[in-house]
């Protein structure tokens, strides 16, 4: 939580939050995956959205897992099996809760480290006004 304990925020901490609440959502996290388990997170998205899943093992075994990202109609979107890393982009079909499941249900004595992140929307421009030279502009 960005607001904690008894803190007040002025106006510029206002205007701070606002923007990044209509930003991009972005959910990155690493946890600990215990053999035999499940991990599932959900997120709730509008129609016509772009997304986007990576995911990357960072400890435990060979370095795997499974993932399954499903819609909010339980149409399973993507689905892998025992892999260390991966990338995911798609755009929401409708508006509802989308569910994303990382398993290390296949290992009976490996727990992994599994780190994700998960964007929901395009990241708008830092400086989207300012006029930047590009190679094909300056070949011109």
């Given at each position: ?43 709730e ?43 995911f982009?798609?755009?929401?079909s ?47």
């Amino acid at each position: 939580m960005l607001l904690g304990g008894n803190r007040t925020v002025g106006p510029w901490g206002w205007l701070m939050l606002l923007l990044v609440a209509c930003a991009a959502r972005a959910s990155e996290i690493t946890f600990e995956l215990p053999d035999n388990a499940k991990q599932c997170f959900y997120e709730e998205i509008v129609q016509g959205t772009k997304c986007t899943l990576e995911f990357q093992v960072i400890t435990g075994g060979h370095y795997d897992v499974d993932c399954r990202l499903e819609g909010p109609d339980g149409a399973v979107l993507y689905k892998e099996m025992k892999k260390q890393y991966d990338s995911f982009t798609f755009t929401a079909s409708r508006n509802g809760t989308y569910k994303f499941c990382f398993s290390n249900e296949f290992s009976t004595f490996t727990h992994k480290t599994v780190y994700f992140d998960f964007q929901v929307g395009e990241d708008p421009p830092l400086f989207p006004s300012e006029n930047r030279a590009t190679a094909l502009t300056q070949v011109k």
